[in-house]
């Protein structure tokens, strides 16, 4: 591997992520903030995180998203 930095962010893990399993147990509210037109991220920073590093979290917020605002992904 070349860029051994990317590896390294690869490999750590922000204190704030509080993990996939938080995050699924929030991502309702999460969710409804968003909706109501608030900053989710200021309310919930470690959920923020965790979405920006975990894909398979992302995807079900966008989901989620996109199901409570009557759309189709």
Do not use: N
């Amino acid at each position: 591997m070349s860029d051994w930095r990317a590896f390294d962010r690869f490999l750590s893990t922000d204190p704030l992520d509080p993990g996939c399993g938080e995050t699924m147990e929030l991502l309702h509210l999460y969710v409804e903030l968003a909706l109501a037109g608030e900053q989710p991220e200021r309310r919930y920073p470690g959920i923020a995180v965790h979405l920006r590093a975990c894909a398979p979290c992302a995807q079900d917020f966008e989901g989620l998203l996109a199901a409570a605002a009557g759309k189709s992904p």
